[in-house]
């Protein structure tokens, strides 16, 4: 295979990733986004071992590469087709752990046999100055996206006792001072490699980087992590745009570029929403501040509580109805039923919209996703900030499984989400809040809304509580 014919193959494989990012940023257009991608990093990954081929001259080369394609697309198809709609976002943040490591491994590599550059270099010859640079680069993005991605997936998942994985926000004093100095340590251990090429230092900047990836994370809490996700899928892409520089692949400088910037963009949209400084994501420092952490058990204060039966009565006579989707909605399955009780009440011509938070679940989009599963209209889903003026005209805001989203905590002065925009479900005439238990959400915080005198609080799964009202609406 030719470098022209090469070159021209990853540029193909470049457009499909642009068209995969063009279709993704939209639900009608989202499977052909994902044809896209698929088939441009099929070609990309065709042609890299081909050009391995070439380059090693020997079967034992593209022996190795296949190994991995196999062991890896399979590990990667087994999963995607497995894992639950709840477990998601611990899958995508163990994606960036992998894809970090992976930088690192490779700057590693590269380090120890500069030859393996491609620029010519003899054995024993020095690694220019500029390909120290994007090693150091490479190699540190890399760690913290591993380390971080790690604390990542422990606090999504919330099923592991260790401290470092709880979804309450871990702080000590002095811990911006000493994210300081080990980020400083890094950078001047990143500066000696690229000035004496010294592989202890190069070590030494890599370690540091893995402890800085979990201390940058560590701080923030729960019901930010949405948002984390999104930062370490662009630190991702950027640890991958480092290490092709340093290998001269365009196709790994393309690839990590649209995924870094991507990436970005995305945590920059959703800071927003949430009234977060983008600067503050970016340096990991936005967690709760100390003193603000959150509460745990909530308070037992008496709360109206009433049977499926009850609800079904209130929604059958309601002129309008907001759907709130949540976690608990996703845990239960339950997308399915709530798509046929919306069609049951659109039938006896209610007027139904769904109201997504942008941080609702535990990743970006999450909530957008289950109800695509169930094949929900997409007229009818609405972002918050299209559906929260309409809360105040809403006969009856229904909100399963959600918490943090909806409470009203957030406009209180003190609150450890005190600022981050919330759907506006209090301004409806009538609330009801289906959830197992009144455990706090993710956050740790009770949520004063399930004790307003016009909320009625359901209790119980999910799917069982909206199969039941589907049944009982006359």
Not at 91 to 109: K, R, T
Not at 257 to 282: D, E, P, T
Not at 337 to 345: G, I, N, Q
Request: proline share 4%; hydrophobic share 50%.
């Amino acid at each position: 295979m030719s470098l022209n014919l090469v070159t021209l193959l990853y540029l193909v494989a470049s457009v499909c990733f642009i068209q995969a990012l063009k279709g993704l940023s939209h639900p009608t257009t989202s499977i052909r986004g994902n044809l896209f991608g698929m088939s441009g990093m099929a070609i990309a990954a065709v042609t890299t071992g081909a050009l391995i081929w070439k380059l090693a001259g020997t079967p034992l080369g593209l022996g190795w590469v296949l190994l991995g394609l196999v062991v890896g697309g399979g590990y990667g198809a087994w999963r995607a087709k497995t894992v639950e709609m709840t477990k998601m976002p611990e899958l995508v943040a163990f994606f960036h752990s992998m894809i970090g490591l992976a930088a690192v491994f490779i700057a590693i590599a590269a380090v120890a046999e500069p030859s393996a550059l491609e620029h010519g270099l003899a054995k024993g010859e020095a690694i220019p100055t500029g390909n120290r640079l994007e090693l150091f680069l490479g190699a540190a993005i890399g760690a913290i996206t591993f380390s971080g991605s790690v604390i990542a997936f422990g606090k999504l998942s919330g099923t592991y006792k260790f401290r470092l994985f709880k979804g309450a926000p871990v702080q000590f004093a002095g811990q911006h001072m000493v994210n300081l100095v080990l980020g400083l340590a890094m950078l001047g251990c990143g500066v000696a490699f690229i000035a004496t090429e010294s592989p202890v230092a190069f070590g030494v900047m890599v370690a540091l980087s893995f402890v800085l990836g979990v201390l940058i994370i560590i701080p923030i809490g729960g019901a930010d992590m949405p948002v984390v996700v999104s930062m370490l899928n662009s630190y991702s892409g950027w640890a991958a745009a480092g290490i092709g520089f340093s290998l001269n692949n365009p196709m790994l400088i393309i690839a990590g570029s649209l995924v870094g910037s991507s990436g970005a963009i995305l945590s920059y949209i959703m800071c927003k929403a949430m009234n977060r400084s983008f600067f503050s994501v970016i340096l990991g420092g936005f967690g709760a501040e100390p003193g603000t952490a959150a509460a745990g058990a909530a308070e037992a204060r008496p709360v109206k509580s009433g049977s499926a039966d009850d609800a079904a009565f209130i929604l059958g006579n309601a002129e309008s109805v907001i759907i709130v989707p949540g976690y608990g909605l996703a845990v239960a399955r339950a997308q399915h039923a709530v798509k046929e009780l919306a069609a049951k009440l659109t039938h006896k011509g209610i007027s139904v919209k769904y109201a997504i938070h942008p941080v609702a679940g535990r990743m970006p989009g999450h909530m957008n996703v289950l109800l695509a599963e169930a094949e929900v209209p997409y007229d009818q889903v609405f972002e918050m900030d299209e559906i929260n003026g309409e809360f105040g005209q809403a006969d009856v805001a229904i909100i399963l499984g959600a918490n943090d989203v909806v409470n009203p905590a957030a406009l209180t002065k003190g609150s450890p989400i005190y600022g981050m925009p919330i759907l506006e479900a209090y301004k409806a005439k009538t609330v009801i809040v289906n959830k197992r238990s009144m455990a706090a959400g993710y956050a740790g915080l009770d949520n004063e809304l399930f004790y307003m005198d016009k909320t009625m609080m359901v209790f119980g799964d999910a799917k069982k509580v909206v199969e039941d009202m589907l049944k009982a609406v006359e």
